[in-house]
Nanobody
């Protein structure tokens, strides 16, 4: 099980990015999917999650700014990130929720850098 994240980049504070998550060998719609991030020197944290029913949850640090969604027809999950701040700088990964379901397998992630 390996999910691939894409769409990161360099953006100014206050800007927006949309990340995409895809999988080539299984259907994402059958799993809860989360967006995780790891900033330099910090532990990886779950910032947004979506259940199979479409229920969403967010970390307090991104609530009101980030939005997770899924497109089952495209077999993709998205993270819309608005009002970005420098503290959002991190490598962003998508994975199953809980991540233990992927048995330690993580994709490469996508770098998001917010310049102030």
């Amino acid at each position: 099980v390996q999910l691939q994240a894409s769409g990161g980049g360099l953006v100014q504070a206050g800007g927006s990015l949309r990340l995409s998550c895809s999988a080539s060998d299984f259907r994402l719609e059958h799993f809860g999917i989360g967006w995780y991030r790891q900033a330099p020197g910090k532990e990886r944290e779950l910032v947004a999650a979506i259940t199979t029913a479409g229920t969403t949850n967010y970390a307090d640090s991104v609530k009101g700014r980030f939005s997770i969604s899924r497109d089952n027809a495209k077999n993709m999950v998205f993270l819309q990130m608005n009002s970005l701040i420098s503290e959002d700088t991190a490598i962003y990964y998508c994975n199953l929720v809980p991540s233990s379901l992927s048995r330690g397998v993580w994709g490469q992630g996508t770098q998001v850098t917010v310049s102030s």
